[in-house]
């Protein structure tokens, strides 16, 4: 049989070479890869930007915008109330200062738009008096009340407890700011112009005392806020 003759010498530290070399290469590679998996994964930083947030509107401060005599007659009827007062009345159901009520359409053209009127309300030689509640609560029984486009009166009716024949027919609702327009603002009572006073307890269409509509509804009287001040909306 045929013999082959070994390999040169310098061949075979060649190849020796080559073998440490490649064993060498898969150690590291080995040691970057364990490396690699234990390293610490870079934080991030949490955004810096501010959430915004929501601005609460400063409480309306009850008697500050009224004149000597609407001063006389709150402090009279806070008087009557205590010791919950205009005060107390304000921060509970207007804290934010928007106040709205609602009137026929037929009303609104004769006794708004056609004398060009500049306050709300009925008016005498101490001012203009309008009955308001809080905005919220009356656009809610608006929304609620409408079916295919159109209000329904019973359903405005029975939310405000107020008779739905006060409802009928297009109405106007209008919504004022009294922090935007300071305003006097305060209980109602039994002398304000157009105040019908209750006669008995099942009467619902009159006024009691007390800062609530004989439905349970809040109240307030707001006295001369301009026409051109209050945001409008027709309600089909």
Partial sequence: MPRFAAPPKNLRVLRFSMLRAMKTLRWLTLV?????????????????????????PPPVVAGAACDVHQAEVLKQADTKAAPY???????????????????????YQNYVVKP????????????????????????????????????????????????????????????????????????????????????TPQDTDCFKFGGYTSGGVPELMVINAPVDKTA?????
Avoid at 32 to 56: D, H
Avoid at 85 to 106: I, P
């Fill in 232 to 236: 409008i909306e027709e309600v089909q």
């Fill in 32 to 56: 970057f890869l364990i490396g690699c998996a234990g390293a610490q994964k870079p934080t991030t930083t949490p955004s810096t930007t501010p959430t915004p947030q929501e601005v609460t």
């Fill in 116 to 199: 060009a009127a500049k306050d709300w309300g009925r008016c005498d030689p101490t001012g203009c008096y309008v009955f308001t509640a809080p905005a919220a609560k009356i656009h809610e029984a608006v929304e609620h009340s409408m079916v295919n486009g159109h209000h329904d009166p019973a359903a405005i009716g029975k939310a405000l407890g107020l008779p739905a024949a006060n409802f009928e027919g297009t109405l106007r609702m209008m919504t004022f700011d009294l922090n935007k327009d300071p305003v006097c603002a305060r209980l109602p009572v039994d002398a304000d112009p157009g105040v019908y006073a209750c006669k």
């Fill in 85 to 107: 007062g205009t005060a107390q009345h304000l921060a509970k159901n207007f804290a934010d200062g928007k106040v709205s009520w609602l009137m026929k359409d037929t009303a």
